[in-house]
C-alpha cells in the first residue's frame, strides 16, 4: 500500500517561498503520476500541478505558471513543490495525490481528483502580511 506524507507548508508573507515534500512509503514512487492539489476554505479542490511517471513530463494550472515548480527524486522517493512568489490567492490545504495513470490520456485529465488513487493528508500553507 502506497503511503503519502507531505510536508513543508506554514506561514509566508507575500512573494514568499515555500518547498513542499510528498515523501511515499510502501512503494516506489517512480511508478506513480504525482498530482499536488489545494483547497482554499468554501472553495472546491483545485489541481495545481502534475508530474507524469515514466518521463518527467510535468503540468501547471494557468494561476500558479512560472512561480510553482514541480520535481521528484526518485533515490529519496519524494516529490517536490517549490512554490515562489507567492500570493494570498494561493493559501489553502495542499495534498499530493499518486495515480498508476499515465501516458497522454493522464495528461488530459491531471487536474481532477477522480483519477487518483491515494492521496496525503494535506499540508497548510497561509499567505499572509
Known amino acids: 500500500q502506497l503511503q503519502l506524507v507531505e510536508s513543508g507548508g506554514g506561514l509566508v508573507q507575500p512573494g514568499g517561498s515555500l518547498r513542499l515534500s510528498c515523501a511515499a512509503s510502501?512503494?516506489?514512487?517512480?511508478?506513480?503520476?504525482i498530482g499536488w492539489f489545494r483547497q482554499a476554505p468554501g472553495k472546491e479542490r483545485e489541481g495545481v500541478s502534475c508530474?507524469?511517471?515514466?518521463?518527467?513530463?510535468?503540468r501547471y494550472a494557468d494561476s500558479v505558471k512560472g512561480r510553482f515548480t514541480i520535481f521528484r527524486d526518485n533515490v529519496a522517493n519524494t516529490v517536490y513543490l517549490q512554490l515562489n512568489n507567492l500570493k494570498p490567492e494561493d493559501t489553502g490545504v495542499y495534498s499530493c495525490?499518486?495515480?498508476?495513470?499515465?501516458?497522454?490520456?493522464?495528461?488530459?485529465?491531471?487536474?481532477?481528483?477522480?483519477?487518483?488513487?491515494?492521496w496525503g493528508q494535506g499540508t497548510q500553507v497561509t499567505v499572509s502580511s
Open positions: 495525490a499518486a495515480t498508476g495513470y499515465g501516458g497522454s490520456d493522464y495528461l488530459a485529465v491531471w487536474h481532477s481528483p477522480r483519477y487518483y488513487h491515494y
Open positions: 508530474i507524469s511517471s515514466s518521463d518527467g513530463i510535468t
Open positions: 510502501g512503494m516506489t514512487l517512480d511508478n506513480y503520476a
